[in-house]
């Protein structure tokens, strides 16, 4: 559940954003930016979270009235491993250590519902932390490290599947399907595509995020629509967009079927004009986006 500091939007002093370039993170910069945030963006070439050096830098350039919105991870299609686990947490650790002598106003990590056990359903913010893989459970210690923050008002956000058209990561999702559809003309699917997802658009995953930060919110909050799919009825939904239709195809079951479905009564609480993208809308402009660009 979150809790708000500001009964109305009102923006920080500056907004710290670290891991800048990656998807989510740079579509956040860009928004605050065209809001007038004072944002300062920086990357792993301006602060290396894995160095010790990272630490002295951060100390001098936090300041008592920053929000600082953690996104820096090594992330899952770079490795999810023990070695991926350790320097994630390294770096969460030199964030820890940095904000122990200079501490912000406002600190909020970006998680992931990961740190949910896959067989729990719905999942809301009261729902077991008992990750099932190296991935979640890093980034639940990371969520601990960062709630452990003194003098500091720490939200903690928790998105399911984020999808649009910057995304890089390829996971299993409406990204990787499109592109499937688009580089083979057919679309692969896990069994016959039976697991139900909640997929949530980028744009609504910076819009609440940028509510957090306006409202300098703390507890934790599931970023999820609270409606699921079937990645069958996804695929339907990603071939529609083309004039000549790929095929959907299903493959041998080599895993359990699982779901994942969210109660939001938690967000509507915290954002109750809140107004989602659908599933088709956002599958439609990630699509449009895509070809515009010129990416597969």
């Given amino acids: 559940m979150l809790e708000h500091g500001n009964s109305v939007e009102t923006w920080p002093e500056r907004v710290l954003l670290l891991g800048a370039n990656g998807f989510i993170g740079s579509a956040l910069v860009a928004s605050l930016v065209k809001k007038g945030v004072n944002v300062t963006a920086l990357t792993r070439q301006d602060a290396d979270l894995c160095e010790d050096a990272s630490v002295s830098f951060l100390t001098e350039m936090i300041s008592p009235d920053d929000t600082i919105i953690m996104f820096a991870a090594i992330t899952p299609d770079k490795g999810r491993g023990v070695d991926a686990l350790t320097k994630n ?29 896959i067989d729990e359903n719905p999942v809301h913010e009261g729902t077991r932390t008992d990750a099932d ?17 003194n003098n500091t ?22 990204n990787r399907l499109r592109r499937m559809a688009h580089q083979d003309a057919k679309i692969t699917l896990f069994g016959e595509g039976e697991e139900t997802r909640d997929h949530l658009y980028i744009d609504d995953a910076v819009e609440l995020a940028s509510r957090v930060i306006s409202r300098r919110s703390k507890g934790s909050l599931n970023l999820a629509t609270g409606k699921s799919v079937s990645y069958a009825d996804l695929a339907k939904l990603i071939v529609a967009q083309f004039e000549q239709q790929p ?28 107004v989602f993208t659908s599933i088709e ?11 515009d660009s010129g990416a597969a």
Avoid at 153 to 158: E, K, S
Wanted: charged share 15%; no cysteine; net charge negative.
């Fill in 89 to 117: 947490v390294v770096m969460m650790s030199n964030l820890a250590k940095a904000i122990e002598t200079s501490p912000p106003a406002h600190l909020i990590y970006f998680s992931t519902d990961a740190v949910y056990p």
């Fill in 133 to 149: 893989d190296l991935y979640g459970g890093m980034h639940r210690i990371r969520e601990l490290m960062a709630q452990a923050s």
């Fill in 153 to 174: 008002d720490v939200a903690i956000l928790r998105p399911t599947l984020i999808y649009g058209a910057a995304d890089t990561h390829n996971s299993y999702g409406p």
């Fill in 247 to 274: 095929s959907i195809e299903g493959t041998p079951r080599q895993n359990a079927i699982t779901h994942r479905h969210f109660d939001i009564t938690a967000l509507i609480k915290a954002f109750p004009d809140f």
């Fill in 281 to 291: 809308d956002g599958v439609q402009k990630a699509h449009q986006q895509m070809m």
